[in-house]
Each structure stands twice: as C-alpha cells, then as structure tokens.
C-alpha cells in the first residue's frame, strides 16, 4: 500500500468547511484513497473513499487531484462533533482478500467554537 | 452503525486468566475482522474471518485464539492473559464487494493486571 502524509493536526471554526489534505505521491493506478475518522474513545468510522473521481456523500467531499498523488477531504459545515482523528489510507481494493486495514498517525481535527 | 455489537465493553482481569470477547455483527456480512489499538501502534489486526470456520492471523496473532461457528459471531480468545494485552480491542465488518470499507464496532476496554 503507498504510503500517506497527513498533517498531525489543524483547527476549523465550526460552521467552517474543514479542508484535510493528503500526500500519495507513490500511489498506483489501481489503488484507492480511503478516508476514516476515529472520534475520542469511538471505534473508526468509515467516511468515503474514491479512485480518480471526485466523490460526495452524506458526510463529505474527497477531491483527488489529476495526477492522483494528494488528495482533500472537505467537512462542509463543520461542527463540534466533528472534532476527532483522521485516516487517509491508501490502499488496492482487495475484493475477495482480506487484509487488514493500516492506520497511520491521522489529522487531530479540531472544531474550535 | 452496521449492526455490530461487542462484548463486554470493558472488562478488569488478572494475568494468566483467559477472556474471550465477542463480536456480533446482525447482518450477515461473510468478513469479521479483530483489531487492537494502542498509544503509538495505531490499529493492528489480530484475526480475521472470510466465513464460518474459516479464520486467518493478522499481524499481531501471538496469543489471541479466534472462532466463528455461526456467521453473526466472531470470537477472540486470550487462552491465558498478559499485561501486554492491555488494550482497546475494535471489531470490524466488510460490506459489499470491497473489504476496504470497513465498519467498526464500540471497541471493547480490557485491562490486565
């Protein structure tokens, strides 16, 4: 899986969009940017994830850039609840496999009101 | 939340006693993984299951013991508990076709003395 670099931490103002980058520079063509969250005493939470596209859900944006080596995962209107750590994971979908998921340092976000 | 329950949620034992804990998922999903969390070491996989009986090691197996006889269940088994055990134990499920995207349960607190 390549390798991600997160900032260790960044504030928002709630009500803010909440803008975390991600550096894949050695990403490969068929891997994917996951993006998890893990709020203080929770398990992790899935959030989004995306190939070459930009992607929108529910919780959030991913941008990826062109040439696939950073990408940003925006919070639109950020709350206090959205306060936690975040995981950018980059990783090939395994389909039939099942490694296991690998969780770097993250992004400390914090919602500041 | 995907359905997933664990067991207890935070348990106190002693060195050399056995625990198992339980995760249970309400929604079929063939993937069950176990993951420990610790200050500095991220999530770690210890086991994970693709079907009923059918369980492999992850990267930090030594000591932990799995089994799922029913597809709602997963099992994690420390035969005879150490301090180093000390940890935040987390369950996952896969959904759909990817075993990417992960969804994690509460986690469970042990502690061994």
């Known amino acids: 899986d390549a390798k991600t670099t997160q900032p260790p931490s960044m504030d928002c103002a709630e009500g803010r969009a909440a803008n975390l980058p991600c550096n894949h520079s050695t990403i490969s063509g068929n891997e994917y940017v996951y993006w998890y969250r893990q709020i203080h005493s929770q398990g992790p939470q899935y959030i989004i994830h995306?190939?070459?596209n930009n992607e929108t859900n529910e919780m959030a944006s991913l941008i990826i850039t062109e040439d696939r080596k950073s990408s940003t995962l925006i919070l639109p209107h950020a709350t206090l609840r959205d306060t936690a750590v975040y995981y950018c994971?980059?990783?090939?979908?395994?389909?039939?496999?099942?490694?296991?998921?690998?969780f770097g340092k993250g992004t400390h976000l914090i919602i500041q009101p | 939340d995907a359905g997933i329950t664990q067991s207890p949620r935070h348990k106190v034992t002693e060195t050399g006693t056995p625990v198992t804990l339980r995760c249970h998922q309400t929604e079929n999903h063939r993937y069950m993984y176990w993951y420990r969390q610790d200050p500095g070491h991220g999530l770690r996989l210890i086991h994970y299951s693709y079907g009923v009986k059918d369980t492999d090691k992850g990267e930090v197996s030594d000591g932990y013991s799995v089994s799922r006889s029913k597809t709602e269940d997963f099992l994690l088994t420390l035969e005879s508990a150490t301090s180093s055990q000390t940890s935040v134990y987390f369950c996952a499920i896969a959904t759909g076709p990817s075993t990417d995207t992960q969804y994690f349960g509460p986690g469970t607190r042990l502690t061994v003395l």
């Open positions: 994971i980059v990783r090939e979908n395994s389909g039939g496999g099942a490694d296991g998921l690998t």
């Open positions: 995306g190939l070459k």
